[in-house]
């Protein structure tokens, strides 16, 4: 099955820094990468995504950056800010029997200092 | 207000009792999750659902149930046969299992007391 490794475990910036997370996986049918946002005590939300199509992404100070070779993704927050701050899950979907299945990576816990 | 609600915010269960966790939507999704979330750690599936009356295991099915007798609605339960159940639970649903997105809802944390 699918696996994906999410790299760093925490990550602490300066606010207006720029701040990277990086995301493998192991199936190369994979064709589906979102990111996730999760707040202290709340579900987890979507803040962008990418499909096998397309190389990079950008939604304002978000953007994310797929390499099918390699099979890594990143995702890249610039002019970071305070309420940056948060656990992000990348994820990877792959087909299985029933339809793609989102796979989760461990978690990037980002610390904005002020 | 569209959206995936879960309840209730905090639970808590004494050894040896069954407890059933709610999800509901009104986004119109085939396709439901349960997911367990454990602190530090990834998300990990339980039970998902294409389709009212169908379900189907995910990697960790073992000690819990699930039904979808409507679309809306998916609720989990917890069995006492589940070893470690203290967790934050997470509910998600999408159009369809499949590159769909797939939206949360705000989570149950339950404590095994």
């Known amino acids: 099955g699918e696996n994906v490794e999410q790299h760093p475990s925490t990550l602490s910036v300066q606010e207006g820094d720029s701040a990277v997370i990086k995301c493998t996986y192991s199936?190369?049918?994979?064709?589906?990468f979102p990111w996730y946002k999760q707040e202290l005590g709340k579900g987890p939300q979507l803040i962008i995504d990418?499909?096998?199509?397309?190389g990079e992404k950008k939604d304002q100070r978000i953007a994310v950056t797929l390499n099918k070779t390699a099979k890594h993704f990143s995702l890249h927050i610039t002019e970071t800010q305070p309420e940056d701050s948060a656990v992000y899950f990348c994820?990877?979907?792959?087909?299985?029997?029933?339809?793609?299945?989102?796979?989760f990576g461990g978690g990037t816990r980002l610390m904005v200092k002020p | 207000d569209g959206g995936i609600t879960q309840s209730p915010k905090y639970l808590f269960r004494k050894e040896g009792q069954n407890v059933t966790l709610s999800c509901e939507q009104n986004?119109?999704?085939?396709?439901m999750y349960w997911y367990r979330q454990d602190p530090g750690q990834g998300l990990r599936l339980i039970y998902y659902?294409?389709?009212?009356?169908?379900?189907q295991k995910g990697d960790i099915a073992e000690g819990y149930s699930v039904s979808r007798e409507k679309k809306e609605s998916f609720p989990l339960t917890v069995t006492s046969a589940q070893k470690n159940p203290t967790a934050f639970y997470l509910c998600?649903?999408?159009?369809?299992?499949?590159?769909?997105?797939?939206?949360f809802g705000p989570g149950t944390r339950l404590t095994v007391l």
């Open positions: 998600a649903s999408s159009f369809r299992v499949s590159t769909d997105t797939q939206y």
């Open positions: 199936d190369s049918a994979s064709n589906y």
């Open positions: 990418i499909r096998s199509n397309v």
């Open positions: 994820a990877a979907s792959a087909p299985n029997n029933a339809g793609n299945m989102l796979t």
């Open positions: 986004l119109n999704h085939d396709a």
């Open positions: 659902s294409q389709i009212v009356n169908d379900f």
